[in-house]
C-alpha cells in the first residue's frame, strides 16, 4: 500500500514499552545521574493492508535483544525488526547532550527530571543534514522504554527505543556535611 510509506513522515506513536531491571536496588529517590540506553531499529519488510492481531499468521523476526519491546514492535506495520546500534550513557540531570546514531543521524535530549517513579526527557533526533525528525518531550515510567519512528524511503522505517534509570548511588556514600 502506497500510503504505508512515506519519506520521513513521523509515524505518530510514542509507545511505552516495559522493560524489566535486574535488580531494584537500581531505583532510588532521586538521582543526579541518569543512564540513558538508546537502541536504533531497522525495521522492514512492510505489511500490507490492516494489520489485526488474531488475524496475523506469521510473527514479526525479532532478534533476542529486542524480546523486551516485542510487544510494542508487534504494532507496527512491519513484519522485520533488526537491532542496528546499542548506546549506553550517564549524563547529568538538566545537562543536554548529543548521541550520535548510525547513518549519520543524531539525538539531542536533556534529563529534565528521574526518580523512582517517572522519567522526563526533552528529545530531539536530527537527519544527517541537520533536518528535525523529533523535537519533543516525553514522560514515561522510571525502566520503562519509550519507542519512536520515522518512515523513510525504502519500504524501511528508522525506530528509536529509549530506556532511562537513575544511577544509585553506593550504599555507605553520605552526602556532604
Known sequence: MASLISRCTFLSLT????SLVSSSSALCEESDLVNVFVR??????????????????????????????????VQLPF????????????????????MQLPNGQSLTFRPIYMDNKRVG???????????????TRVHFDADDSVVTGT???????????????????????????
Open 151 to 177: 518512515d523513510c524511503a525504502g519500504n524501511k522505517g528508522r525506530i528509536l527505543a529509549i530506556k532511562a534509570v537513575p544511577v544509585p548511588t553506593p550504599q555507605g556514600e553520605a552526602k556532604a556535611e
Open 40 to 73: 536504533t531499529i531497522q525495521a522492514s519488510e512492510p505489511v500490507e493492508g490492516e494489520q489485526d492481531s488474531k488475524s496475523s499468521a506469521q510473527a514479526p523476526k525479532l532478534p533476542a535483544e529486542l524480546s523486551d519491546i516485542s510487544a510494542k514492535l
Open 15 to 18: 509507545l511505552i514499552a516495559c
Open 79 to 98: 513484519s522485520s525488526f533488526t537491532l542496528l546500534a546499542s548506546k549506553n550513557e550517564t549524563h547529568a540531570i538538566k545537562k543536554r547532550e548529543t
Open 121 to 135: 526527557l526533552w528529545l530531539n533526533w536530527r537527519e544527517a543534514d541537520g533536518s528535525e525528525i523529533l523535537n
